[in-house]
């Protein structure tokens, strides 16, 4: 029988889908039956470069910080905002969803992105952000299902 590790990490990055519009990294820590999931943003990336090169900004963890407890019988998704730096919820929404399409885990959810991106009103505020975060989320739901899913299939081998 072997042991196998309780904690590991996977990284991804998605190359901007807008030339001036920022990639985005993601961060996953699994841990058992919960997922800690970091969220920030970098420069707009040189398809030249590949996905690997782009700059990071700025690396806070908790800049917007949100955990999500799965369903549970008649209990619905409930989510809670643990740190938050403005007036968006940005965290709060993604992690119950993320709780919705993975209800065997916890989410913790931490965004670290330009806050021309997550700002709700103002003069600096990106008019394809909602569009940006749309795409952004639909990528890490896809790629955490497939980290997932590889996941099972190594348990399984």
Excluded: C
């Amino acid at each position: 029988m072997s042991i196998q590790p309780q904690i590991t990490t996977f990284h991804h990055t998605v190359p901007s889908p807008l030339p001036s519009s920022p990639s985005f990294v993601f961060h996953l820590t699994r841990l058992v039956d919960t997922l800690l999931i970091w969220i920030g943003s970098a420069s707009p990336s040189d398809p030249s470069l590949g996905a690997e090169n782009v700059l990071v900004g700025e690396r806070r963890l908790a800049t917007d910080w949100s955990v999500a407890m799965p369903s549970r019988g008649n209990i619905p998704v409930t989510s809670t905002s643990i740190y938050r730096v403005g007036a968006s919820d940005i965290t709060l929404s993604m992690s119950q969803r993320l709780a919705r399409k993975f209800p065997n885990n916890q989410i913790h959810l931490s965004v670290s992105l330009d806050p021309s991106l997550t700002s709700q009103s103002g003069p600096n505020i990106d008019p394809y952000a909602s569009k940006l975060l749309l795409i952004m989320e639909k990528k890490l739901t896809v790629w955490l299902s497939e980290v997932l899913e590889a996941e099972k299939k190594v348990i399984t081998a």
